[in-house]
């Protein structure tokens, strides 16, 4: 199937395209949504705090008694060979505790994200996905991207990254298509993918959908979804007017 960029569509006087607005899908986040929103945090500061301490610190912890023995090493007038020896252990440390924060960062947030723009950080994610083999993905860009603010780049890139996840788990999807428009009036970002089961099906249980909803009514955009075309293909659209970015 050829997924090809979207069509720019009428909107009704509802403000719905083709498609269904995610606000009628689910009702307001029920207990239960709410009960594994906070679980997952829980589990996501105590990994956070787990690897602060045991690879950061303990790998500064190491660095620093690599060090000690560097000088000892010097002041007691050790070999040159030994000393070498025990600087590029302290070398090879610093290294692995580097990247191990740049490892924690990246989990945070991309840094592609601050560096390059919220374009540039959707295509990593598509190649990455592409890699792992979860499906093909690909991401085109429409106009020239505008800075937003950190958080609220940030904010969108979850999003799409959890819609672009949810389309493979559970749309079934084996291709996405990301799109992504910039325009004067407002940011639009288009899913389209071959999956045959849905995306958004509203469930009380269901903790991801009422993460993105929360997200999305935060930001504030709205998400649109869309049956499946002639040829096949589902759409999500969403939408982040840029008159709140100011």
């Known amino acids: 199937m050829n997924v090809a960029p979207p069509v720019p569509m009428q909107v009704d006087e509802d403000g719905v395209t083709d498609g269904t607005m ?13 009960g594994e929103l906070l679980a997952e945090d829980d589990r996501r500061r105590l990994s956070l705090a787990q690897h602060l301490h045991r690879d950061v610190a303990g790998g500064l912890v190491v660095c620093t008694t690599l060090n000690e023995m560097a000088r000892i090493g010097c002041e007691q007038g050790d ?14 440390s610093l290294k692995q505790t580097i ?46 991207e505008f800075s937003l603010p950190l958080e609220k780049r940030l904010s969108v890139y979850r999003v799409l990254e959890a819609l672009a996840g949810r389309c493979v788990r559970s749309g079934l999807a084996s291709m996405v ?5 910039f325009s004067s009036g407002e940011l639009e970002f288009v899913l389209l993918h071959d999956g045959d089961a849905p995306v958004v099906a509203a469930d009380a249980a269901d903790a991801e959908l009422a993460w993105v909803k929360a997200r999305i009514a935060v930001l504030p ?18 939408r982040l007017p840029v008159s709140t970015q100011s």
């Open 79 to 92: 070999d040159l060979a030994t000393i070498k020896e025990s600087l590029a252990k302290l070398e090879g």
């Open 177 to 181: 298509s990301i799109h992504c428009r």
């Open 99 to 144: 990247q191990v924060v740049r490892e924690i960062t990246e989990e945070q947030y991309p840094l592609a994200l601050k560096a390059f723009g919220l374009a540039f950080a959707l295509d990593k994610l598509a190649k990455k996905m592409s890699e792992s083999g979860e499906a093909e993905v690909s991401v085109t860009v429409e106009g020239n």
């Open 221 to 238: 955009a709205q998400l649109f979804v869309s049956s499946a075309d002639p040829d096949g293909a589902s759409t999500l659209r969403l």
């Open 22 to 34: 995610i606000e009628a899908l689910c009702a307001d986040l029920p207990c239960m949504a709410v």
